[in-house]
């Protein structure tokens, strides 16, 4: 997103500031120097790779960003309307905001729509023999695909034929990314742009994999602007 937009994000969810002045930590350099705690992202990094078109509609939702009620210092979370994030969760951003999209903007139909892109057994469960827990829950498996698309990374699968650009197609269509961030993703993924995880096993991994840390995210946002100032520059010839 743009920095108005980014202004306004932070007037909005001042949590998101907040978080930022903590991570500086004791001993850290001058006032407005980032000082990276536990590699966790920079929130204004986090900002600018998001789509404005997500942004947007963000800013207009329910959504509610505060400090964590889980412990501090460990995993965030999301309740209802609420992502609560822990100042060391930054790396989780995305990832709750996959679960706001999910609890609070899809339809039962949009779920199905997406468990049978992926090969999800249903909209609860990934594979219809296991029994149902973290490695086995479909909000899960597209909460992690949001934070997996918006990092312009390769999209999990459970099982079955969908092609990515069926899944970026859905995710465009739910307002998660819009053409820019289509072309971004090509540009930056790698073929193929899809990757299987249908085993508990694999989706563990593919969990303990999905959050977004520092260099990361200082990358993709680099990378992001570089090609906003090439189109740009192509516009002006
Ligand atoms: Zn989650």
């Known amino acids: 997103m743009n920095e108005v937009q980014a202004e306004e994000w932070r007037k909005r969810f001042p949590y998101l500031k907040e978080t930022w002045i903590r991570q500086r930590g004791r001993g850290s350099p001058a006032e407005g120097t980032f000082f990276p705690v536990s590699r966790t992202p920079h929130p204004n990094d986090l900002l600018k790779i998001m789509p404005s078109s997500l942004g947007e509609r963000l800013l207009k939702s329910r959504l509610e960003i505060m400090p964590t009620k ?48 992926v090969g999800a057994h249903n909209a609860r469960r990934l594979f219809g023999k296991e029994p149902r827990d973290r490695h086995n829950d479909t909000e899960e498996h597209f909460a992690r695909n949001v934070q997996n698309v918006l990092m312009l990374r390769k999209l999990e699968k459970a099982s079955g034929p969908a092609k990515a650009s069926e899944l970026l197609q859905f995710m465009k269509k739910i307002g998660v990314i819009d053409d820019e961030h289509v072309r971004h993703f090509y540009a930056n993924a790698g073929a193929p742009f899809t990757f299987h ?27 992001i602007e570089e090609r906003q100032r090439l189109r740009a520059a192509e516009r002006l010839r």
């Open 197 to 223: 995880a249908g085993s508990m096993e694999k989706v563990s991994e593919a969990d303990g994999e999905n959050g977004v840390f520092y260099r990361e995210a200082r990358k993709v946002r680099q990378l």
């Open 70 to 117: 889980r412990m501090a210092g460990t995993a965030s979370g999301t309740e209802g309307n609420v992502i609560g994030l822990s100042t060391l969760g930054v790396h989780d951003f995305f990832h709750e905001i996959g679960h706001f999209i999910w609890i609070n903007e899809l339809t039962p139909a949009r779920k199905k729509e997406y468990a049978k892109l």
